[in-house]
């Protein structure tokens, strides 16, 4: 498959959360603000390339048997680096964050494009493709925000958009974890819709 | 020419029943006028204007759900919409703003409703729903819009939000920190003041927590009194719009009863829970309680009446209807002696909609012949 194939692969047509609801749990959990997700996401992203690229790197080294252990030790090496940087230069949003970064060392797109991908794949294609699923985990996370941090309290990354009337009494499920799981699911339907018009058109 | 007729087979039953869905929803709706105008009497014009605001909602809503999934937009008169907008407008204060209804009741039909396939496939009654979605997002006007029912006897037995009489309200020292909410929640400051005596107890101050003890004892007593439960029988007591007239509501039971739309078994295994449960642990000890006084204040005869007897959401077996009943009473008293919220009507029945499938399996009557697997 070629390279840009790989790359536009996880932004729609495999897209992490659209497509293959992987990563839910901080997808859900971290939503609560644009600011959030996309610290989130280059995070995240920056844990899939390394893991990809170091995974497709060693996958002739690594013995099947216990490659899961070794994947782990590979991603947790870099999310450790991530957490102590972020939480060095970016104490806020190391702080707004919280148990979520530690947590990307069990998320399942990481583990699953090591798993699916990295394991029997070039270094480059991998990487592409990386590059790809983090992009599309990144913007999957960024709209499903931009409607919480809208509607929940009527800002855009911290920018008052919806005035202070709107402000001072926001919906406030929408920040709830309740709103996370109606959105997504309207969400969802509205890719659903576009998937069926685009199957339709060929 | 016309085609000959087809000679149709039906499978059993072969019973036609004049029962459908539009004369049942419309028979709701007409049960729930005399609540209504109980309410335009106690709250003023303005409770009219919430409830249309809400039905009117619901209906668009219903109707662009419809038209957008492209399904028959005639079942939008089939006045199941109608009944969800009354009943979310019944379950609101009645000092909120005109959009409250508007956003909650569309939020009912799309969400609790139209997305879950339409009547008959959504899982949770969708005017609770409605109201637990109004009352997540706008928590201070849901819990902050009690007004109390227009004056029109005079001064003389003028009662606040809480609907206790001033004859009733003299025996309770400092009287006024109790204004300004409804009758659950000044039993809710009354378990509040006495764990507070506790605390105070543990201090060393015995003679203070006695006091707010005895305080605690008199908020009780003038809530348990006769001309309070006289005025929460007709309604005279501030709560959500269409809760309030217990008469009025019975009378539309009545009506539902005779028309055979409501089927008792679920409103009295549920009220009767709620009655028994309020003397256990209702009151300040054990057995003390007054289940009168529990049963007329809150929502639980709304809930009971109207709600827990929604067709879809509940159990179809006689005994799982029972079992609902049970349920939510336990969880609407648990909610009212010991949770955060004054009221737990709403969300018992939203709960117990949730385990209904699991109701129906357990009880589902054996066939005629069947054995017991492992008998």
Redesign the interface.
Known sequence: MSLAKDLTNGIFRENPIFKLALGMCPFLAVTTSVENALGMGAAATFVLICSNFLVSLLRNLIPSKVRIPCYIVIIATFVTLVDMVMNAYLPELHRSLGIFIPLIVVNCIILGRAEGFANRHPVLNSVADAVGMGIGFTLAMVILATFRELLGSGTWLNMNVLGRNYAN?P????I?A?GAF?LL?FILGVFNILEKRRGGAK | MAEPRRFELAISPHVISNLDTRRIMYDVAVALLPALAAAVWFFGPRALLLVVASVAAAVLSEYLSLKFMKRPVSFVLDGSAVVTGILLAFNLPPGVPVWLPVVGSAFAIVVGKQAFGGLGHNIVNPALLGRAFLMASFPVLMTAGWTAPVNRDGDGTYSDTHGIPVVELAGVPGADAISGATPLNVLKQSFDLDSGAGAVELEGDRAGADEMRLKAASMRRALYGAGTLKNLLIGKRGGCLGETSIVMLFLGGIYLVLRKVLELRLPLSYLGTVALLGWVFGGGGWFDGNPLFHVLSGGVVLGGIFMVSDMVTTPVTPRGRIIFGLGAGLITMIIRRWGGYPEGCSYSILLMNLTTPLINRLTRPKFFGEVKKNG
């Open positions: 009494q919906l406030l499920i929408a709830l309740p109606i699911g």
